[in-house]
């Protein structure tokens, strides 16, 4: 602008914000509806290309407001047909995005945080520690561009069916750029996806599970990987914080408060460690009579890890166990792990904040 003024960025701005923004410049609420499809329909981010709004409303957008594009480090294709974007973040900073193609359906794991300060002992993101959160701008861009870039299904709709909030970071500790993407994944003037189609996962962070059952109606999947409170300390250290009992009352409050809807919890398969037939029993107490779905994931090494994947005959006899009792179990098919894009595996290029000002006062990190 050429008054120095920082001109808004529109990407991300969930539709009330968008129709406020446009009211200060004196026009109508539809305006943001109009803007949304170009933005996130047509992927335009031409000002000028917009041709149903007038020229007037174009030369004012252009002064006032900008349309952020991310910029792509690389992208990886792997031989299952799974893809991997590694986005700019700053500083020497980057996060990835996966995209998973299956026979009905196109799932998008995107990333909310630029590492994660959670320490997951078994995920590499939680290893390259913490530096920052992203943006709603960042966060949304990531499904635009994987929208934009990738071949649209024999139907003719876009190949990303399904976004999934299991990238790198903990998304309800960005809870305030998550939830905006989160409406403008399912609002019909962007991209339209079903409620059911959209998921947030978390590690448990209590509170903010709870807002989110009352600000939006979306799947919720819950990092559990342990059945008791001993075990779960170790390897989800957030468990010190909000252990089993409380996590899952906060899981059946969510349920409780959307019809019909169940709750996935994904568990890590470690060898020797939380896969033994006493493990097994533990998880089916825990889960038994609540609505409940367990994601069995094979566990996908890293370097420098201490763990190591339970065998594929202990995988099944663990799912076998659960599954004849009654509960709802599914394995998790590794997909993209020659291009380090399987679960658990991302952990894009980070500088962790508080190592870095530890090391700027003398002190020695590992």
């Not at 900073?93 to 320490?119: H, K, M, N, Y």
């Not at 990531?142 to 709709?157: D, F, M, T, W």
């Not at 252990?243 to 019809?259: M, N, Q, T, V």
């Not at 994947?309 to 099944?316: H, N, P, Q, Y």
Request: net charge neutral.
């Amino acid at each position: 602008m050429t008054d120095g003024t920082a001109k808004t960025e529109l990407l991300g701005l969930p539709q009330g914000e968008l129709e406020r923004y446009f009211a200060d410049l004196g026009e109508k609420p539809f305006r943001a509806r109009q803007l949304m499809q170009w933005i996130y329909q047509r992927g335009v981010r031409d000002f000028d290309e917009m041709t149903d709004l007038s020229k007037a409303l174009r030369e004012k957008l252009k002064q006032t407001a900008s349309i952020a594009s991310p910029d792509i480090i690389s992208r990886h294709d792997s031989s299952d047909g799974t893809v991997k974007w590694l986005f700019e973040s700053g500083f020497g900073q980057a996060v990835e995005t996966v995209f998973i193609p299956e026979s009905t359906r196109g799932t998008l794991c995107i990333s909310s945080q630029v590492g994660c300060a959670l320490d997951c002992a078994f995920c590499a993101t939680g290893a390259q520690g913490f530096n920052r959160n992203l943006s709603a701008a960042e966060i949304i861009s990531q499904v635009c561009h994987a929208v934009a870039e990738l071949p649209r299904r024999p139907n003719g709709e876009p190949a990303v069916s399904n976004v999934v909030f299991m990238g790198m970071g903990e998304p309800l500790a960005n809870y305030r750029a998550v939830v905006p993407v989160l409406e403008l994944l399912i609002s019909d003037w962007a991209f339209g996806l079903s409620r059911r189609r959209v998921t947030v996962s978390t590690s448990g962070i209590v509170p903010n599970m709870d807002k989110l059952g009352d600000e939006c109606n979306v799947s919720l999947a819950v990092s559990l990987h342990a059945p008791n409170d001993p075990l779960r300390d170790r390897i989800v250290p957030i468990n010190k914080m909000h252990p089993i009992d409380e996590l899952l009352d906060a899981c059946w409050r969510y349920a409780g408060k959307h019809s019909n809807r169940f709750i996935t919890f994904e568990y890590v398969m470690l060898k020797g460690v939380n896969d033994s037939r006493d493990h097994a029993d533990e998880l089916f107490r825990l889960l038994d009579g609540n609505p409940a779905k367990l994601n069995l994931i094979p566990f996908n090494p890293f370097p420098g890890t201490e763990f190591e994947c339970s065998s594929a005959e202990t995988i099944r006899r663990f799912q076998g166990r659960l599954r004849d009792r009654g509960l709802v179990v599914t394995t998790r098919k590794t997909r993209g792990d020659d291009i380090d894009a399987a679960c658990g595996q991302l952990a894009g290029k980070v500088s962790d904040r508080v190592k870095v000002k530890l090391r700027e006062k003398g002190v020695a990190t590992a």
